[in-house]
């Protein structure tokens, strides 16, 4: 059985081979399968972790470029990536802030791209610090 084939594919189908393969008594191909699935549930864990970092930078390159433009909607935007960020750390705890810090040079540049296209201008945001994604109030007024 190509595991890491089948896993990459669906999650679904490879646990019930895992089950199929257990029913028959094949213990080790079974204990592999398990393996590579918990591998593929650690992938996507951690592309759903850098998708909700890319939100959030996003919002914060966009608040900081465009003031006059700032919202309730982008304000929760950011509260709800930094929610969704820490759900995902709460149900996953080895996607901890080294790793959020990994991924953060990479989902910066992802962030910039998108929030110029969606302003339709260029920013002059060079970065955003951990204190600005994950301390700082994002409040109208």
Not at 27 to 41: N, P, S
Not at 69 to 89: M, T
Request: proline share 1%; net charge negative; glycine share 2%.
């Amino acid at each position: 059985m190509n595991w890491q084939t089948l896993s990459t594919d669906s999650h679904y189908k490879t646990a019930v081979a895992i089950l199929s393969e257990l029913e028959m008594g094949h213990v080790d191909e079974a204990v592999k399968g398990v393996e590579e699935l918990i591998e593929a549930l650690s992938r996507s864990e951690k592309r759903a972790l850098k998708s909700q970092l890319v939100r959030l930078m996003l919002h914060i390159i966009k608040w900081q470029s465009q003031p006059e433009r700032r919202s309730r909607s982008w304000a929760a935007s950011i509260q709800d990536a930094r929610d969704e960020i820490a759900d995902i750390q709460d149900e996953t705890p080895s996607l901890n802030n080294a790793v959020i810090e990994s991924l953060w040079e990479k989902a910066f540049v992802m962030a910039k791209r998108d929030a110029q296209a969606e302003m339709g201008k260029k920013s002059d945001v060079q970065n955003v610090s951990w204190q600005e994604a994950f301390v700082d109030e994002y409040e109208l007024g």
